[in-house]
Nanobody, 123 residues
């Protein structure tokens, strides 16, 4: 099993920057990709960015150019650097990991979520 712990959420002024992090523990060798999603009040959870174990990244169109996802494989940590923050970026940001375990002829996949970290953009 994999556990995820996010950190770094804060109150930031519009136009500011923030980096949030997610540390994975447990069966980290089973992780095939990690990412960030966010959920604003009254809205559905949406993709922010993902990164695979090989380093390939994917971003939601509205985040491209402002947000950057990176990983420190040695520390099992994923970061999300957020620049030019806007009030519309206010949300709870959730870390996600997709895990895959092959046992014999069976493949077991699981979607793991952290508890979330609050990011508030306001003056």
């Amino acid at each position: 099993q994999v556990q995820l712990v996010e950190s770094g959420g804060a109150l930031v002024q519009p136009g500011g920057s923030l980096r949030i992090s997610c540390v994975a523990s447990g069966s980290i060798s089973s992780i095939t990709s990690m990412g960030w999603y966010r959920q604003a009040p009254g809205s559905e959870r949406e993709l922010v960015a993902t990164i695979t174990s090989s380093g390939s990244t994917n971003y939601a169109d509205s985040m491209k150019g402002r947000f950057s996802i990176s990983r420190d494989a040695a520390k099992s940590t994923v970061h999300l650097q957020m620049n030019s923050l806007e009030p519309e970026d206010t949300a709870v940001y959730y870390c996600n990991a997709w895990t895959k375990i092959v046992i014999g002829t069976s493949t077991i996949e699981a979607d793991i979520w952290g508890q979330g970290t609050q990011v508030t953009v306001s003056s």
